[in-house]
């Protein structure tokens, strides 16, 4: 295989993980989440519905991101085309917003989240979704602060190769 092919075929392993990534929670956010708080469903069941779809998203994230990470490393350095210092600390810095909210932040997130609706007394039932609250709140942050990386990333790589 020559090493053009060996480039473009990175370059696409990478738009593709790109679009799943970046496409992925738009999707989730333009169509799932108002598709589930639109329906009769109660907030619990709809709830447990998004931290279900979270959990294949944030899976299909990490799949992408080792694609993305082993791609770019495959052109940097069997290839050797030199991939910019923004586009690795942009890619870095996503895939360890990803590993931080699959590995710690989302599990407390339906840990709190559980607990809440568990609860039957009032005041011990609005603490607990305070608590929820606060850290979903940052964990959303997260997700939005990757969605506008991954597109930047996105805008990045095909900005390089079109010139």
């Not at 606060?134 to 997260?142: G, S």
Request: proline content about 2%; hydrophobic content about 55%.
């Amino acid at each position: 295989m020559s090493i053009r092919k060996l480039i473009l075929g990175c370059q696409w392993v990478e738009v593709i993980a790109l679009a799943v990534w970046v496409g992925g929670l738009v999707t989730i956010i333009a169509a799932v989440i108002p598709a589930v708080f639109g329906s009769p469903v109660t907030i619990e069941a709809g709830g447990r519905l998004l931290t279900k779809t979270f959990h294949g998203y944030d899976r299909l994230v990490l799949v992408s991101a080792g694609a993305l990470m082993l791609s770019m490393l495959t052109r940097e350095v069997v290839a050797k085309d030199l991939i910019s210092r923004p586009e690795w600390a942009v890619a870095g810095i996503m895939v360890m917003v990803a590993v931080g909210l699959t590995f710690y932040l989302n599990p407390e997130v339906v840990r709190l989240q559980e607990l809440a609706f568990a609860e039957r007394e009032t005041e011990a039932k609005k603490a607990a979704y305070e608590a929820f609250f606060h850290y979903h709140w940052i964990a959303r942050a997260l997700y939005l602060i990757n969605l506008g990386l991954g597109a930047t990333l996105l805008c990045m790589k095909v900005w390089k190769w079109v010139r």
